[in-house]
């Protein structure tokens, strides 16, 4: 089951690079960006969290929390984050619970090879934890600027 507009985030707890056991259910009181990518230190993914962390301050001036989300590693996250200098915290999904959870795994297919991976996509949750946007398919370009005015308006 696909999650809808107005549910609440899932009640999962996930290992992220500053917590090992984070309960999303736990965020509530600020607007939470959950932004799912498929792979630390590639070029599209490079670019859509260094617009985030150039961004951060404003999220933060509209009471939001951003999340990166994708299969790798803790360890691999945490290069990711001192490599680029992201002020946001990672979550490790590496059993596809929480991607699973949003419904981000889908066939993909490169140089003509099929395979299961992380469809880029964003979710924007109010201080209540409820699901107010869903963007699926995300280009990188003007993103992050999008994601911005969207919380700005709540």
């Not at 507009?5 to 984070?22: F, Q």
């Not at 699973?100 to 090879?113: L, P, R, S, T």
Request: charged share 30%.
């Amino acid at each position: 089951m696909t999650i809808q507009i107005g549910d609440l985030i899932p009640a999962l707890t996930v290992a992220t690079t500053k917590n090992e056991s984070l309960k999303l259910r736990s965020l509530k009181g600020k607007n939470l960006v959950l932004y799912f990518y498929p792979k630390d230190n590639t070029p599209g993914c490079t670019t859509e969290g260094q617009e985030f962390r150039d961004a951060y301050k404003d999220f933060q001036a509209a009471n939001t929390e951003i999340l990166g989300v994708s299969r790798e590693s803790i360890r691999s996250h945490q290069n990711f984050i001192n490599k680029h200098e992201f002020p946001f915290d990672l979550i490790s999904d590496p059993e596809e619970e929480l991607c699973n959870a949003m419904d981000v795994i889908k066939e993909k297919n490169m140089y003509g090879k099929k395979y299961m991976g992380i469809e880029r996509s964003t979710f924007i949750f109010d201080s209540k934890g409820k699901l107010k946007h869903e963007i699926r398919k995300v280009k990188v370009k003007g993103h992050v600027a999008a994601v911005l005015d969207l919380v700005q308006e709540f």
